[in-house]
């Protein structure tokens, strides 16, 4: 009898995760990323780029942002906060936006509905109140070598989902990881419990 034909594995480096959503586990072990919600922006065998999207920055508004850059009073994005994108470059701005606003200088579009611009422009629109109908400033980004974040995943330490324009932008930080986990049919609170038992 002979044996079955065997098929390749599909390597796990093939997966683009651009677009999409990295959500943490309980117990990863790295309190920077603690419940944190991650926009990949970008991902290729070379490594990959997102920004977290649900953690803000408690001591700095958009609004002292772009008084402190002289681009603007800040009464336009006054109620704007401003989120803790990752610990990579921290002192670099990067703005997360839906696709109506294209900066003449460089913006990085990726999937169907999102830009990242971290050039001056999309700010000096912002405030004056003219810019992207959806924006999230962020400063600092996540950043990983080639192989990393699929090693990470694979030691359980991200869930991934599909990112949609309402969590990203319209729901409120706090229920972003939360909202994440139950867009895959998983329970917060019962994964919580569940984390670090065997």
């Not at 002289?70 to 990579?88: K, M």
């Amino acid at each position: 009898m002979s044996s079955p034909p065997e098929f390749p594995a599909p390597e796990f480096s093939e997966i683009d995760l651009t677009a999409k959503l990295l959500i943490a586990m309980p117990g990863m072990g790295d309190p920077r990323f603690e419940t944190s919600v991650i926009l990949v922006c970008a991902h290729s065998p070379e490594g990959a780029m997102g920004l977290i999207i649900n953690k803000q920055l408690d001591d700095l508004r958009l609004s002292q942002l772009v008084e402190q850059l002289e681009i603007g009073d800040g009464t336009c994005v006054r109620d704007r906060a401003v989120h803790f994108g990752g610990p990579v470059e921290p002192g670099r701005g990067f703005v997360l936006h839906t696709r109506d606003f294209i900066s003449d200088i460089s913006t990085l579009e990726f999937g169907d509905e999102f830009g990242m611009t971290a050039t001056l422009d999309v700010l000096e629109e912002l405030a004056v109140g003219a810019g992207p109908m959806r924006a999230l400033m962020a400063l600092g980004y996540a950043g990983w070598g080639p192989g990393q974040l699929e090693s990470e995943i694979l030691a359980n330490g991200w869930l991934t989902c599909e990112a949609d324009l309402t969590l990203v932008f319209d729901t409120k930080d706090t229920l972003k990881w939360g909202a994440a986990l139950k867009s895959l049919g998983v329970d917060p609170l019962g994964l919580s419990a569940a984390a670090g038992h065997a």
